[in-house]
């Protein structure tokens, strides 16, 4: 069992945090399926919630756990969903109706937790095919008209999803709370999500969340953390269902094998915009704010206006960009709720 108040002890020691102030847990499908290039889609998954009620949480999943794995040894009580959905030898004397039980009763966990489930997926195709300008601009490159003042990570996907999952999470809190990231124990993975995330703590001009994010990340073995295994879990279906479509050549979830356990998730989502998916129209919409000193694929707002006074043109684009981000979080989001049975 996981300490009764550990991520509670550690924010307030760390961060002055007070017990109501929310933290937020993520499991990134980088480890699994989505780190593989064959793969369409890289996807990240997490769970937000304040500190007490992850303690409640805790308590009710590991109630679960013991009740269904209680033949095997307690370092094998955990949930990992490739486990559990590739038949490991742990489930395999399982029948289907406690697997199905199992199942049912994690999801049962969710829905009745007060976490709120947040999601990215990037397009891996269309973010390979794009030119260097336009991957450094995604990944936090910043270009002052003239020169690249900060290079990005262009040849970093894993960046674009990462940077979504901690800003959106942001968006939970009230200015005066702190954003406690806390991601899976894996050490191929923690150098590059300490970098990236240090690279968002010091973005110049800061970032509009920054007084809300913690000044440092915690790793935790999965294993013994029950919200890191719910965020495994959300992922793993996230990641199938983009992966899924892409294969089918589909922007609707019907067809899938998955999908009840979608609608699932979805009982977690405040808002479809929690829920992004930077695919060849989502990443074009980003692009869209390109000044016309980038070098594109394609012309952008900024490229296509005429040669105005700067003051005019600085108006122009201001309204171009409002249209545009309303656009994506509108229409660029996870069309799952159409035909919810």
């Given amino acids: 069992m996981t300490p009764r108040s550990w991520i509670a002890d550690l924010v307030q020691a760390l961060h002055g945090a007070t017990m109501d102030s929310p933290f937020m847990v993520y499991r990134s499908f980088?480890?699994?399926?989505?780190?593989?290039?064959s793969d369409a889609y890289l996807c990240l998954a997490g769970y937000i919630a304040k500190a007490d009620e992850w303690?409640?949480?805790?308590?009710?999943?590991?109630?679960?756990?013991?009740?269904?794995?209680?033949?095997?040894p307690q370092n094998e009580r955990y949930f990992h969903a490739l486990e559990f959905y590739h038949n490991h030898r742990k489930y395999r004397a399982w029948k289907r109706g406690k697997r199905e039980s199992f199942e049912n009763a994690l999801f049962g966990v969710l829905r009745h937790?007060?976490?709120?489930?947040?999601?990215?997926?990037?397009?891996?195709k269309i973010f390979a095919s794009m030119s260097e300008d336009e991957r450094r601009l995604l990944t936090g490159g910043i270009h002052n008209g003239m020169k690249w003042i900060d290079f990005g990570a262009p040849t970093?996907?894993?960046?674009?999803?990462?940077?979504?999952?901690?800003?959106?999470?942001?968006?939970?809190?009230?200015?005066?709370?702190?954003?406690?990231?806390?991601?899976?124990?894996?050490?191929?993975?923690?150098?590059?999500?300490?970098?990236l995330y240090e690279q968002m703590l010091n973005y110049h001009p800061a970032l509009q969340c920054r007084s809300k994010l913690a000044d440092d990340m915690i790793f935790s073995d999965p294993k013994k953390v029950a919200a890191l295994q719910a965020s495994d879990l959300a992922v793993y279906w996230m990641a199938r269902l983009e992966n899924w479509k892409a294969k089918m050549n589909t922007t609707q979830s019907d067809g899938f094998e998955g999908r009840?356990?979608?609608?699932?998730?979805?009982?977690?989502?405040?808002?479809?915009?929690?829920?992004k998916v930077f695919n060849f129209e989502g990443?074009?919409?980003?692009?869209?704010?390109?000044?016309?000193?980038?070098?594109t694929s394609f012309p952008t707002l900024d490229q296509q206006l005429p040669s105005l006074p700067l003051a005019k043109r600085k108006q122009v684009l201001g309204v171009m960009r409002r249209i545009n981000l309303r656009r994506f979080l509108d229409h660029e989001t996870l069309a799952l709720r159409v035909g919810h049975d």
């Fill in 30 to 37: 980088i480890d699994e399926a989505g780190i593989q290039t």
């Fill in 55 to 72: 303690e409640r949480f805790e308590k009710e999943w590991n109630f679960v756990l013991e009740q269904y794995m209680s033949d095997l």
């Fill in 113 to 124: 937790s007060k976490a709120n489930l947040y999601s990215c997926a990037l397009q891996r």
């Fill in 156 to 195: 970093k996907p894993y960046f674009l999803p990462f940077q979504f999952c901690i800003i959106q999470a942001a968006q939970f809190l009230r200015e005066t709370d702190k954003l406690f990231p806390v991601m899976s124990r894996q050490e191929q993975y923690k150098i590059h999500a300490l970098e």
């Fill in 260 to 275: 009840w356990r979608i609608f699932r998730l979805l009982e977690n989502v405040r808002e479809h915009g929690d829920l």
């Fill in 283 to 295: 990443l074009m919409l980003s692009l869209g704010r390109c000044n016309r000193y980038i070098k």
